[in-house]
């Protein structure tokens, strides 16, 4: 696989969440609106006190679904880090190698001269 491919990859998995976490809101918040009017219940109609349970109530599975995309999406954030950082070592390792090299064989001819 490319580094270019790999990188759109990425960028696709990285949305990837957010739309889920879209959709699964948009879902819950149209069934939560059918559920009110097959039960023919107006959270207008509710008191200030009823209307702040009401909206706690509701939104608190929407709050833990999005603390859980969160956590997906920063555990996905951390590994890809972590990649980055073992492909920077890997490079650094390399050059230092092609330096050793390169100096090696720059003192072993013009040491004997």
Do not use: C
Request: no cysteine.
């Amino acid at each position: 696989m490319s580094e270019d491919t790999q990188i759109l990859e990425e960028k696709k998995e990285r949305r990837r969440l957010p739309q889920i976490g879209l959709a699964l809101t948009a879902l819950y918040l149209v069934g939560l609106v059918i559920y009110l009017a097959v039960q023919g219940q107006n959270p207008t109609d509710l008191r200030l006190n009823e209307l702040g349970d009401f909206l706690g109530g509701v939104s608190s599975p929407l709050a833990f679904l999005w603390l859980v995309l969160g956590f997906f999406q920063q555990s996905r954030e951390i590994r890809l880090s972590n990649k980055a950082l073992h492909l920077q070592a890997r490079e650094m390792r390399r050059s230092v190698d092609e330096h050793r090299r390169l100096a090696g064989d720059r003192s072993g001819p013009e040491g004997n001269a």
